[in-house]
Every structure is written in C-alpha cells, then in structure tokens.
C-alpha cells in the first residue's frame, strides 16, 4: 500500500476521501492548506480536518500558502473582474494551489500520491491519462479540475469517482466522523460577503455608469461594471433584460433580451489538453462553458497553438471571459481553456 497525502478542507468530501483511502491499507497522512483567513479553507475548515484525522488516528499537517493563494488566485481573480470579465477561481485554484504548489510540496515529502474528495475519474484512453465523469455526475468536478496539467493525473488519487454523495456522508456517520463536517463551497475567500465586498477591500472604488442598448443608446444607469457578470438579468422600466456586454474602460454595460445574449461560437486560450483534438470541422465534442451548463455538442473550427474555436450545435447563453471552457467526448475530459472576451459588432 503507497503514502497518501489527502487535501483536507475540513468538508464532507475530502473527509471520505480519507475514510476510503485508510480502508484501503493506505498509509494516509491529512494536509491543510492555509488558504485564506476569513474561509472554510482557513481555521474553521482547518480545525474541522484536524479532527476527522483525530476520529481516523491519522496524522495532520497545515500548510500556509496564504502569499501563494493571494499571488495565483486572488490577484487574479480581482483583475478579471475589474477587466470586465467573469472568473474562475475554483478551477485556477486547483492548477495552482491544491495540484500545484500544494501537490509539490506534497510530492518533496516524500508521498506517493495525493489524494483530494473531487467526485471524478483518472481514466486512461489511448494511452493518455484524462479525467472522466464520476458515478454521481450531478457531483461531478471535472470542469472544475480542466486546467490542472495531464503530468500530475499519474500522482493523483480520486476515491469518490465510484461514489454518490449519499454513501460518502453515511461512511462517515457509521465511522463516527463528526456530522457537522461541511459541504464545500465555492469562492471561499468571500465566505458571510459577497465577491463586491472583497473587490472594494482590494481598492476597486464603484462608480456609476451608463447602460446602453444594442443601439448604443443610453437608457439607464448602473453602479459599477463589476458588480456585474454577461446574462445577469437587469430590470428596467418594468421589463427584464440581460447584460450582454460589458466595456470596463469605458464604464458601461449593454443590455438586450435573452436573444442577444445566445453565442454559436466560442473561443478558448491557454488550451491544457488531456487527449488528441478530433479535426478540424468533423468529429463532435460536448462541451461545458460553465459548472451549471448543460453540456452541448460542438465542433472545433480552428485550433492554433493554445487557442480553440468551436461552433455550437445550438445557441449557449452568455458565455462569459474568464470562464472555463471545458471539452468531452465520451465523458471524458479532451481539453481544458478559459473564455476569450467577446466583442458583439454594431454595439460601438
């Protein structure tokens, strides 16, 4: 049996994955990482992980990577937003936290694998290493792990790929494992806020803008660009409309009807591919634009270093700059990317 450093956030999840593992005859060892003060990653999560370990009679280590996550996750996050964009820091955080530096130092410690509580797969297909859907796909975390690089699959355990959230919460209750122990969540550095109060503690001052029309016309007013995302729903005068663009450099926001929000064709950067892109113009993937997106069939039609475009098979609403942009076939993970900003012609 190997040496496994579980990634321990104090959550039901990442508690079962080392309930599992120890099942197994792993020598399990707990990590925390210190992420963020005022998160579940932080005091909370971490005393929460301490003490699963304690029921498990598994050691437990804490990291502090809270320079690391501001540098690679924060930062980055804030600067998106303040682009006009909308981003992704759960999936950055994976690549750069959790499976990266955190996975570094865990593979410096002398561990065999690193374990996390991810409900995916590792699956292997045409001898390449990929991520595939889990037994509970509405669980399922694969979009959420597409940019993490294909090198570190072969040190990674997943051991809640074969299970439904249900039977990872009983597991845990016929083990003693205390009930209060937490679902994950996302963007936990603005846990009790909002992602607006943390723009403002990070300097960014809101000021009102215009909202144009697709015409340009200006037809109302808002607080700030940033306060807003591409499809957020916008009320004026009565009626429903949708941002459909946003243009931070000058303070302004476009709204239209749902119809202008629909995309056919979407274009990805910073492309981490898992297995071999089908060609150009043939061969159809499923692809995700966001966690809660249905998947939807598309082909590629260009792909040129670390860029892909793909075409639709039908409409995606508002697919949003900063964003992941996930490929499948099979149910399994072809490629990982984050969303180009679009610009919408006639709006300028």
């Known amino acids: 049996m190997a040496r496994v450093a579980v990634l321990m956030s104090g959550g039901v999840d990442s508690a079962g994955a080392a309930l599992l593992l120890k099942r197994q005859g792993h020598k399990v060892e707990g990590i925390s990482g210190r992420f963020w003060e005022a998160a579940g990653t932080s005091s909370e999560g971490i005393a929460a992980a301490r003490e699963t370990c304690r029921v498990l009679g598994v050691p437990h280590t804490v990291v502090d990577l809270r320079s690391e996550f501001r540098l ?67 669980k399922s975390q694969v979009y959420f792990l597409s940019l993490v690089k294909p090198e570190v699959l072969g040190f990674l355990m997943l051991p809640l790929g074969d299970y439904r959230k249900e039977e990872v919460r009983r597991l845990l209750e016929d083990a003693g494992i205390p009930a209060e122990a937490r679902d994950s969540q996302d963007l936990c550095f603005v846990a009790g806020g909002s992602y607006h109060d943390l723009l403002r503690l990070e300097g960014y001052v809101p000021s009102r803008g215009d909202v144009l ?43 239209g009807e749902r119809e202008q929000a629909l995309r056919s064709e979407i274009t990805a950067t910073g492309i981490n591919l898992f297995l071999p892109l089908p060609p150009e113009g043939s061969g159809t993937l499923s692809i995700r634009y966001r966690y809660n997106s249905p998947p939807v069939g598309a082909r590629i039609t260009a792909a040129r270093e670390d860029r892909i475009t793909v075409v639709t098979e039908e409409p995606c609403f508002a697919p949003a700059p900063g964003q992941v942009l996930a490929g499948y076939m099979g149910g399994c993970l072809v490629f990982g990317g984050i969303i180009e900003r679009f610009q919408v012609s006639g709006l300028r």
């Open 72 to 138: 690679d996750v924060l930062h980055p996050f804030v600067s998106g937003y303040l682009e006009g964009k909308t981003p992704n820091p759960c999936a950055c955080c994976n690549r750069d936290i959790k499976l990266g530096r955190l996975a570094a130092l865990v593979k410096d410690g002398g561990f065999e694998f690193v374990a996390t509580g991810h409900y995916a797969r590792i699956g292997e297909i045409a001898g390449r290493a990929t991520l595939c859907e889990p037994a509970d796909r509405h």
């Open 213 to 255: 029309d697709g015409g340009g016309n200006v037809v109302g007013t808002h607080k700030g660009h940033a306060a807003y995302t591409l499809g957020q729903r916008f009320g004026l005068r009565g009626k429903r409309y949708y941002v459909v663009e946003k243009h931070p450099e000058t303070n302004t926001i476009v709204i």
